[in-house]
């Protein structure tokens, strides 16, 4: 959100006893979270959690957050709404690829192929931080953005949001600085959100944005761009999007269907480049220990034990789903450990002939998911940074901009970009650990990342789903109960 310092103010001031106590006893090292993060860092965790457990119904909240802001500052944004095709190809794929990597049970509602929304994104050098964008059609803002664009690197970038909240334009600025880092252009997804329009339906979007980009719709201000020059990028959500992509595409490489019809022509699935994360949500069930174990040092709402589920927030026309009730806002149940929802859940032999993928994340609730995963990848043969901030909490690039350890991440993250796009980086047998306060770094081979083991892992999320299921059900046997009621 582009926050006034007057509305910051009013924003801030109600948690000025939560501020001045949480300060306080980081100065006197007596909040657990001390011994891993300063008092900024522990302020800032803290004021964004207490805003994360205020409560509201969904469609309210994404109304608040997902607004058209005005475009202004140092970005060029030429937002763009690509065409649906006119065949039903992409869905079809996307539907085979769910059962291949399925188990048969798996039930979700089948989405209809929609024009999907975006805005390229560039670096504006010479523009002030409050300078409006100059007046011109979209088509203009392109070729300017154009203008200022200094290599190959296209990122397609997948917002965050728990894939239920914001878009692009709440984006504007992180999408903007990686441009400006890249020296490159960015196109950012705005994909459907959940839970009106639940899996697959982002997944869809993800791919049509992608097919769009190697092979353009008519009408589309941009050329056909080479795979070699594109990066997959995502936070939190938006990670697990853009590995749930990446894994569509690589089961169906495997499955032999090396291309897809679309607009009239077929477009070869060739892979990306690489794949950038930074906190990526590979475990939407939230099964794993660190789920509650790393919970005073960040910020994400912490799930029921019994259940795994969040609380509940206050009743609207989106959520609780009806007529047929949900355990989950993103998916059905029966779909809560498929892959291509949980990447965690994919063995490394789903990953083989993976680009390589770049992986930060810190001591978040969201950490043994995401060390598995960047192991699995790993495991599969493919090159992987994967890169642990101790003490930072979820997307702390995001929340801590002022960090140190935020500008070495970014360093590492545009070299990465550089390197995949030239075809240069190197596979490496161990992933990088920064100690908290020091900033120490050391380097721990990948047998080190993590002391839980793949059956463990197997074995959370197949409980976890079990779990959601049997909620699920009972949910549907109300919602039967008080229908016939009504009859």
């Known amino acids: 959100m582009d926050l006034t310092p007057t509305a910051a103010a009013k924003l801030l001031l109600p948690k000025a006893p939560l501020i001045l106590k949480t300060a306080l006893l980081n100065a006197l090292s007596l909040s657990p979270s001390s011994k891993k993060q300063n008092l900024r860092t522990e302020v800032t965790v803290a004021v964004v959690r207490a805003f994360m457990s205020t409560t509201a119904p969904i469609g309210r909240t994404q109304k608040t957050l997902n607004r058209d802001l005005e475009v202004k500052g140092p970005v060029w944004i030429s937002k763009l709404a690509l065409p649906s095709p006119e065949e039903n190809d992409v869905r079809d794929a996307v539907v085979r690829c769910i059962r291949e990597l399925g188990d048969g049970q798996e039930t979700f509602d089948l989405p209809d192929v929609q024009p999907v929304e975006g805005e390229w994104t560039g670096c504006r050098s010479a523009a002030t931080p409050k300078e409006p964008r100059p007046p011109g059609s979209e088509a203009e803002m392109y070729t300017k953005m154009m203008e200022e664009v200094n290599s190959d690197v296209t990122t397609l970038f997948f917002h965050g949001g728990g894939h239920i909240l914001l878009d692009p334009a709440g984006y504007r600025a992180i999408t903007a600085h990686i441009a400006k880092l890249t020296g490159g252009k960015l196109f950012s997804v705005r994909y459907r959100l959940a839970p009106q329009n639940p899996f697959p339906s982002a997944l869809l979007d993800a791919f049509i944005a992608y097919l769009s980009l190697l092979s353009p719709p008519p009408g589309s201000p941009h050329p056909a761009i080479s795979p070699s020059c594109i990066i997959l990028a995502g936070d939190s959500a938006g990670g697990n999007l853009a590995l749930s992509l990446l894994l569509l595409l690589l089961t169906l490489r495997r499955i032999g269907v090396p291309s897809i019809r679309f607009h009239g022509t077929d477009v070869s699935l060739h892979l990306p480049a690489g794949l950038t994360v930074s906190s990526p949500w590979c475990d939407p069930g939230r099964t794993q220990p660190s789920t509650w174990s790393n919970a005073h040092l960040d910020y994400l709402p912490v799930p029921d034990r019994a259940t795994g589920l969040l609380p509940d927030i206050p009743a609207d026309e989106f959520w609780p789903a009806t007529p047929v009730p949900r355990s989950e806002m993103y998916c059905d149940a029966t779909v809560i450990a498929h892959p291509l929802v949980t990447p965690l859940a994919a063995k490394p032999g789903l990953w083989e002939g993976a680009p390589p993928v770049f992986m930060c994340l810190g001591s978040e609730i969201l950490q043994d998911e995401a060390l598995v995963t960047a192991r699995r990848i790993h495991d599969a043969g ?14 702390f690039i995001l929340v801590c901009p002022k960090h140190p350890n935020t500008k070495a991440c970014w360093g590492r993250w545009t070299e990465f970009v550089k390197r995949a796009v030239e075809g240069t980086v190197e596979r490496k047998d161990d992933a990088l650990w920064v100690e908290a306060f020091t900033l120490k770094e050391e380097r721990r081979r990948w047998e080190d990342v993590t002391s839980i083991t793949d059956e463990e892992v197997d074995g959370k999320l197949n409980e976890g789903r079990e779990k959601r299921v049997e909620v ?10 008080v229908g016939k009621a009504k009859l």
């Open 382 to 395: 493919a090159t992987v940074q994967l890169e642990h901030y101790d003490g930072m909490p979820h997307d």
């Open 472 to 481: 699920e059900r009972e949910l549907r046997k109300r919602a039967e109960g």
